[in-house]
């Protein structure tokens, strides 16, 4: 990212963020990272600053199953583990941070494979 986008983005996620916190909602938050090689999905209690489950495309039960950690079928794979993990641990329903990247591509994948295995947002 260069110069303006670098900007964009960082106002975008500040913005992101500032109106998940403004909601006060009693709900965990669903964090994206995105990077170029690979894609990591967090899902973080705020009231007490701790991550609940921790899903990559580096995680040990996705290890030989994607080809590439930087595609949309390992977003696939990443939201719906991480989906299985939450609703493993009771929580059904989330907000979703998508870190200030548009709702496009593997983010728009991991979300809708989040929700087709059962996660509320």
């Given at each position: 990212m260069h110069g303006i986008t670098l900007e964009r983005y960082h106002y975008r996620a500040a913005r992101t963020r500032r109106k998940i916190r403004a909601s006060q909602t009693a709900r965990p938050r669903l964090s994206i990272y995105r990077a170029s090689k690979h894609i990591y999905a967090q899902i973080?209690?705020?009231?007490?600053?701790?991550?609940?489950?921790?899903?990559?495309?580096?995680?040990s039960d996705l290890k030989g199953q994607l080809k590439s950690g930087g595609n949309i079928p390992a977003a696939e794979a990443v939201g719906k583990l991480v989906a299985e993990k939450t609703l493993a641990k009771g929580i059904k329903?989330?907000?979703?941070?998508?870190?200030?990247h548009v709702y496009h591509g593997r983010i728009k994948a991991l979300a809708e494979a989040a929700r087709k295995a059962g996660l509320d947002f």
């Open positions: 973080i209690d705020d009231a007490k600053s701790q991550t609940l489950v921790a899903v990559s495309s580096l995680s329903q989330i907000v979703f941070d998508r870190g200030g």
